[in-house]
């Protein structure tokens, strides 16, 4: 098996939403077929969250509807689709619990409810282009990374804009609770901040701003959605560590995460996750960045 690195990554994926835009953007594809465990009896420690959702045999998951290729539900699916989806898929799998089955429910998680939603036991996992970061980690459980990106810029197809160089001054959409309004604030822009990507994607199409900016396989997807509109312009100017969050009540279940994550590295499930959603095009799958060691 060959893989692409660091860059060579980001280029790729860029390659593969790009071609996305020649079809449906919106991931109306099932994905992986994961089935179930069915070792649960006695696997995980009496008390653990991870005994407790087996117990239960349902759980609730946190992604995103508006990204298409990472977290995207239409209208009339009863499951969203993406990578970020499919990764989530294997962790519920892994307890023993059917992962398209009626004892998931995927909530709809904006960017900035991702932490409320966890400190409030409202989900029970969140995967929603989340990027690591320390201060997040104060908050709520992160493990990974699962995924590495890197944030660019969208505007429109007419645009002159070339990067976020030539935004310093000037109004730059992200959404509310991301990393991405902070970033384009400490490259010069004014961040205009916007409850979800789709809202901000629409400031860009009907002229209110001049840009949006988030991680790039995010803004590819949009694009794709507006080919004739819509552009990503730039090189990356930020690496996003994309991760899973969990209540910081729950330490042990980052232990859980890496270890599925491990298993998924090795096995081909990952690979076949990233191959269904973000490679749908046929460029080669990342190699799978390196897991953090779990806090103490």
Do not use: H
Request: glycine share 10%; hydrophobic share 40%; aromatic share 6%.
């Amino acid at each position: 098996m060959r893989f692409i690195r660091t860059k060579a990554v980001v280029a790729g994926l860029g390659l593969a939403l790009s071609l996305a835009a020649c079809g449906d953007a919106g991931g109306e594809e099932e994905g992986v077929e994961v089935d179930a465990a069915d070792d649960c009896d006695g696997k995980f420690e009496d008390g653990t969250r991870m005994a407790e959702l087996v117990e239960a045999g349902e759980i609730t998951v946190g992604v995103k509807y508006d990204q298409p290729g990472l977290g995207f539900k239409d209208a009339s699916a009863d499951i969203p689709t993406g990578f970020d989806v499919e990764v989530a898929k294997l962790l519920v799998a892994d307890l023993c619990i059917d992962p398209t089955g009626d004892s998931v429910t995927w909530e709809e998680t904006i960017s900035d409810n991702r932490e409320p939603f966890l400190e409030e036991g409202r989900v029970d996992l969140v995967l929603a282009t989340y990027s690591i970061t320390d201060e997040r980690r104060q908050i709520v459980g992160q493990a990974g990374p699962y995924f590495i990106t890197g944030q660019q810029v969208l505007v429109a197809s007419d645009s002159d804009v070339e990067s976020i160089a030539d935004l310093k001054g000037e109004e730059v959409c992200s959404v509310t609770g991301s990393t991405s309004l902070e970033n384009v604030e400490a490259e010069g822009a004014v961040g205009v901040p916007a409850d979800t990507y789709s809202d901000c994607a629409e400031d860009v199409l009907n002229g209110t701003v001049p840009a949006m900016s988030t991680d790039g396989a995010i803004l590819l997807g949009l694009a794709a959605q507006n080919p004739d509109d819509l552009k990503v312009v730039g090189e990356e100017f930020s690496e996003e560590r994309i991760g899973v969050g969990y209540s910081i009540d729950t330490p042990e279940m980052c232990e859980w995460i890496n270890g599925v994550m491990t298993e998924a590295y090795e096995n081909g499930d990952w690979e076949a996750a990233f191959d269904a959603t973000l490679g749908e095009s046929g460029v080669e799958a990342p190699e799978p960045p390196a897991l953090d060691e779990c806090q103490a």
